[in-house]
């Protein structure tokens, strides 16, 4: 009630201060400060502000279709993905859009640079003061009460009515941050490892999982890949950092049969870096690189390091990694990232944006792999709530959202594991079968907690508990669907390797695929459930479930499913 009494007092005092003439239309707003954070104050009028602006895009709408002809099995056009320059002629803007909105830039004195490679996406920096009046804000500064961390954000602001269907939205406006948005989805500290030596027997995989455990139950080949062009990418973020020497002694403990000196190449953006030293080595990053070069035996491998210096906001490097990679003319054709934060901290605007970007990606023949949460469905990490929380980008429909298990034979699922239904994001179409007949025998559990059109996920599953790791030259254990995301996408890309082997192109957009004659390829889990919220969450059954989706896969069944 405090809030809400504070949004429409805000919004009174700017209407009676906007001045006259301008033309200025609603266009984002909040209807109440977010849960956790509490407004200080105005902010200081001298206060740079650095901003982003998205143009209105020329045709996604097309560039959507074509993502799918491409993408889906039974077209005509699958596999005949798109160049960097198709993809830029539907994303970049039109020119009246590029001229009405420079036209108000200049007016204005403001001095803007594009951010994205297709010119999608400005940057400019402005006083609080001026921002306030270009946009009938009311920038203040929000503090989250948990962290400390202070916001300046506005829970509304307006554009001119003549820039309506050109300027799409600004940013950072009505999207706050999230402090625990980008950690690491980890559900358990680094404990002490068994004693394991080489290939671990079938019955240690029970409880402990490595490298020749994942071989073992998904019929993971351990031969090379021969293909130097099918290539793996490995988002890296929040300073955390892949150490070699941890992988060297990783493959010398686990994966005997290969050299230990097998390494991966680092990239950089945003003022990124791959610090050495030992005390530095993050554990997600050290689990994502070590089940990737560890896993995905000889195919090479890229670890990503997105520095601080970001250039797209809150959005701490999720969608500059997205425009780094959309303006090499060759950019790997799968990318892992365990990272993700819950749907309800970003605005629908932006979150289709960055949604957009990966059906970018996608259309070019890159798979788009994220780990779905570990707060069952509570969100992306356990929290108190009554409703069900979704997560980001697991609702977006162009990428491929990965759960996890447990045990063997049967496997089970992970209560950690988040799974459910988008608020953003409708159904796609190429699911809409698998998740019918899966709210047909749910019926009227959790009704009223859940958002039954939307966007379902995860997609697949992986094995995600107790995964052997070294850090700082210690070996532990972590859990986590983000030991799912890179286990899946080693599968994806040594799926790749024989499919470049035959002549033929990568998978792509992975989902079209999956829900038609990939489903086959992967073994149903059919017990657990991913509780929250004070509920049992969503039960696993036989077909598609909101907890391992389609289930986990079956080696030497997805190259069936493929042709090979």
Same mark, same amino acid.
């Given at each position: ?110 001095? *803007?640079?594009? /951010?994205? @490679? !297709? ?7 402005? #006083?609080?003061? =001026? +921002? ?73 995989? *029970?409880?402990? /999982?490595? @490298? !020749? ?7 993971? #080949?351990?031969? =090379? +890949? ?339």
């Amino acid at each position: 009630m405090v809030a809400t009494s504070l949004f429409v007092a805000s919004l009174f005092t700017l209407a009676l201060g906007t001045p006259m003439g301008r033309n200025l239309k609603l266009h984002e707003a909040r209807e109440a400060i977010p849960a956790g954070f509490s407004l200080r104050g105005a902010a200081s009028p001298d206060t740079t502000l650095k901003l982003r602006i998205a143009l209105v895009q020329n045709n996604f709408a097309e560039l959507e279709q074509r993502l799918y002809d491409v993408s889906t099995p039974s077209s005509a056009n699958y596999g005949n993905h798109l160049s960097k320059e198709e993809v830029e002629q539907y994303i970049a803007p039109k020119p009246d859009s590029v001229e009405a909105v420079n036209a108000w830039l200049k007016e204005n004195g403001l001095d *803007a640079h594009s /951010i994205s @490679p !297709a010119g999608d996406w400005l940057a400019f920096e402005v #006083p609080v003061s =001026k +921002a306030n009046e270009l946009f009938d804000a009311d920038f203040s500064v929000f503090t989250h009460e948990e962290t400390g961390l202070e916001a300046i954000r506005t829970l509304s602001y307006s554009i001119p009515a003549e820039l309506q269907g050109h300027l799409d939205l600004v940013h950072p406006t009505v999207t706050f941050p999230n402090p625990k948005a980008h950690l690491p989805v980890v559900s358990s500290p680094v404990r002490a490892a068994q004693n394991l030596t080489g290939r671990a027997i079938p019955s240690s995989c *029970a409880s402990t /999982i490595t @490298p !020749a455990c994942l071989q073992d139950i998904y019929g993971i #080949p351990t031969t =090379k +890949a021969t293909q130097s062009s099918n290539k793996l990418a490995v988002s890296g973020f929040i300073d955390q950092f892949a150490n070699e020497a941890d992988l060297e002694t990783f493959l010398g403990k686990f994966r005997k049969d290969i050299s230990s000196s097998t390494t991966f190449t680092l990239q950089t953006l945003d003022g990124g870096e791959n610090d050495q030293d030992p005390s530095d080595a993050g554990v997600e990053a050290n689990l994502d690189i070590q089940y990737t070069v560890g896993l995905a035996t000889g195919v090479p491998t890229t670890f990503i390091s997105v520095g601080d210096d970001f250039q797209d906001g809150d959005l701490e490097g999720f969608l500059d990694i997205i425009n780094f990679l959309l303006g090499q003319s060759s950019p790997p054709q799968v990318l892992t990232t365990s990272y993700g934060q819950n749907e309800n901290t970003i605005s629908a605007k932006l979150a289709n944006q960055l949604c957009n970007a990966y059906a970018q990606l996608g259309a070019r023949g890159v798979s788009i792999l994220f780990a779905s949460g570990d707060g069952g469905v509570a969100g992306s990490q356990s929290s108190s709530c009554r409703n069900f929380v979704p997560t980001f980008p697991s609702g977006c429909p162009f990428m491929t959202s990965v759960g996890a298990t447990q045990g063997v034979n049967p496997e089970t699922a992970a209560d950690f594991s988040s799974g459910g239904f988008s608020n953003i994001f409708g159904q796609p179409s190429y699911q809409k079968t698998a998740v019918s007949g899966y709210l047909a025998k749910l019926g009227n559990t959790n009704a009223g907690r859940f958002n039954r059109s939307g966007r379902a996920y995860p997609d697949v599953s992986t094995q995600g508990v107790n995964f052997q790791v070294v850090v700082g030259g210690a070996t532990g254990g972590v859990d986590g669907t983000s030991c799912a995301s890179p286990t899946f996408a080693s599968v994806v890309a040594l799926v790749n390797d024989r499919l470049a082997r035959a002549g033929k192109a990568p998978l792509g957009f992975l989902n079209p695929f999956l829900y038609s004659q990939g489903a086959s390829a992967f073994n149903d889990v059919t017990s657990g459930s991913n509780p929250g919220c004070n509920t049992k969450g969503f039960p696993a059954e036989a077909g598609w479930d909101p907890v391992t989706g389609l289930g986990t896969p079956n080696f030497a069944k997805l190259l069936t499913a493929v042709g090979l």
